[in-house]
Protein backbone atom coordinates (compact mmCIF):
# COMPACT_ATOMS: atom_id res chain seq x y z
CA UNK A 1 0.00 0.00 0.00
CA UNK A 2 0.96 3.38 -0.97
CA UNK A 3 1.16 6.62 1.21
CA UNK A 4 -0.04 9.35 0.10
CA UNK A 5 0.09 13.49 0.84
CA UNK A 6 -1.34 16.50 -0.72
CA UNK A 7 0.01 19.85 -0.95
CA UNK A 8 -0.77 22.93 -3.09
CA UNK A 9 -4.27 23.76 -1.63
CA UNK A 10 -5.35 27.59 -0.94
CA UNK A 11 -7.74 30.32 -1.30
CA UNK A 12 -8.03 31.99 -4.97
CA UNK A 13 -10.78 33.96 -6.49
CA UNK A 14 -13.18 32.43 -9.01
CA UNK A 15 -10.99 32.45 -12.28
CA UNK A 16 -7.87 31.97 -11.11
CA UNK A 17 -5.83 28.84 -10.72
CA UNK A 18 -4.33 26.45 -8.48
CA UNK A 19 -1.78 23.50 -8.85
CA UNK A 20 -2.44 20.56 -6.46
CA UNK A 21 0.65 17.87 -5.88
CA UNK A 22 0.10 13.88 -4.56
CA UNK A 23 3.31 12.47 -3.01
CA UNK A 24 3.86 8.86 -2.73
CA UNK A 25 5.96 6.50 -0.73
CA UNK A 26 5.69 3.32 -0.87
CA UNK A 27 6.84 0.61 -3.25
CA UNK A 28 5.66 0.27 -6.99
CA UNK A 29 4.43 3.49 -7.32
CA UNK A 30 4.24 2.90 -11.25
CA UNK A 31 1.85 -0.05 -11.06
CA UNK A 32 -0.87 1.99 -9.06
CA UNK A 33 -3.69 4.36 -10.61
CA UNK A 34 -3.87 7.47 -8.81
CA UNK A 35 -7.26 9.60 -8.80
CA UNK A 36 -8.05 12.72 -7.15
CA UNK A 37 -11.87 13.26 -5.33
CA UNK A 38 -12.83 16.26 -3.45
CA UNK A 39 -15.71 16.40 -0.45
CA UNK A 40 -17.60 19.05 0.75
CA UNK A 41 -19.41 18.74 4.28
CA UNK A 42 -22.58 16.45 4.22
CA UNK A 43 -21.77 15.34 0.73
CA UNK A 44 -20.16 12.06 -0.68
CA UNK A 45 -16.78 12.36 -2.14
CA UNK A 46 -16.95 13.43 -5.50
CA UNK A 47 -14.47 11.73 -8.62
CA UNK A 48 -12.53 14.23 -9.95
CA UNK A 49 -9.69 13.34 -12.35
CA UNK A 50 -7.70 9.72 -12.47
CA UNK A 51 -4.62 8.74 -14.19
CA UNK A 52 -3.48 5.46 -15.39
CA UNK A 53 -0.12 3.93 -13.80
CA UNK A 54 1.74 4.94 -17.10
CA UNK A 55 0.41 8.85 -17.38
CA UNK A 56 -1.06 7.64 -20.49
CA UNK A 57 -4.48 7.67 -20.08
CA UNK A 58 -6.44 10.28 -17.98
CA UNK A 59 -10.22 10.53 -17.04
CA UNK A 60 -12.16 13.42 -15.57
CA UNK A 61 -15.06 14.24 -13.98
CA UNK A 62 -17.55 16.14 -15.78
CA UNK A 63 -17.99 18.87 -14.10
CA UNK A 64 -14.47 19.84 -14.41
CA UNK A 65 -13.41 18.57 -17.95
CA UNK A 66 -11.41 21.32 -19.94
CA UNK A 67 -10.46 23.04 -16.67
CA UNK A 68 -8.31 20.30 -14.60
CA UNK A 69 -5.60 18.57 -16.12
CA UNK A 70 -3.95 15.48 -14.34
CA UNK A 71 -0.46 14.72 -14.48
CA UNK A 72 2.61 12.12 -12.91
CA UNK A 73 5.83 11.87 -12.68
CA UNK A 74 6.63 8.18 -11.53
CA UNK A 75 10.21 8.86 -11.43
CA UNK A 76 9.55 11.27 -8.67
CA UNK A 77 6.29 9.85 -7.10
CA UNK A 78 4.51 12.65 -7.95
CA UNK A 79 1.08 13.53 -9.51
CA UNK A 80 -0.57 16.71 -10.12
CA UNK A 81 -3.71 18.15 -10.77
CA UNK A 82 -3.78 21.65 -12.44
CA UNK A 83 -7.13 23.21 -11.99
CA UNK A 84 -7.52 26.34 -14.07
CA UNK A 85 -11.31 28.65 -14.47
CA UNK A 86 -11.65 28.02 -10.89
CA UNK A 87 -15.12 28.23 -9.76
CA UNK A 88 -16.93 28.78 -6.19
CA UNK A 89 -18.62 25.24 -7.21
CA UNK A 90 -15.20 23.61 -6.32
CA UNK A 91 -14.38 24.68 -3.09
CA UNK A 92 -13.81 21.56 -1.04
CA UNK A 93 -11.13 19.73 0.28
CA UNK A 94 -9.50 17.42 -2.44
CA UNK A 95 -7.91 14.12 -1.44
CA UNK A 96 -5.62 11.82 -3.59
CA UNK A 97 -5.96 8.20 -3.54
CA UNK A 98 -4.54 4.94 -5.30
CA UNK A 99 -5.39 1.65 -6.22
CA UNK A 100 -4.33 -1.52 -8.47
CA UNK A 101 -7.06 -0.87 -10.88
CA UNK A 102 -8.97 2.20 -12.19
CA UNK A 103 -12.36 3.10 -10.99
CA UNK A 104 -14.80 6.72 -10.72
CA UNK A 105 -16.06 5.46 -6.72
CA UNK A 106 -13.84 6.01 -3.67
CA UNK A 107 -14.53 2.70 -2.71
CA UNK A 108 -12.56 1.57 -5.26
CA UNK A 109 -9.12 3.42 -4.02
CA UNK A 110 -7.38 1.68 -0.84
CA UNK A 111 -4.81 4.54 -0.18
CA UNK A 112 -5.51 7.38 0.85
CA UNK A 113 -4.03 11.52 1.60
CA UNK A 114 -5.12 13.74 4.86
CA UNK A 115 -6.69 15.82 2.13
CA UNK A 116 -5.65 19.68 1.69
CA UNK A 117 -8.84 22.23 1.20
CA UNK A 118 -9.15 24.66 -1.98
CA UNK A 119 -11.57 27.67 -1.26
CA UNK A 120 -12.82 29.70 -4.41
CA UNK A 121 -14.44 32.66 -3.26
CA UNK A 122 -16.52 35.06 -6.10
Known amino acids: QLQLVESGGGSVQSGGSLSLSCAAS????????VGWFRQTPNKAREFVAA????????YYGDSVKGRFTISRDNGNKMVYLDMNNLKPGDTAVYSC???????????????WGQGTQVTVSS
Open 97 to 111: AASRNFGRSDRDYNS
Open 26 to 33: GASFDSYF
Open 51 to 58: ISHTGHIT
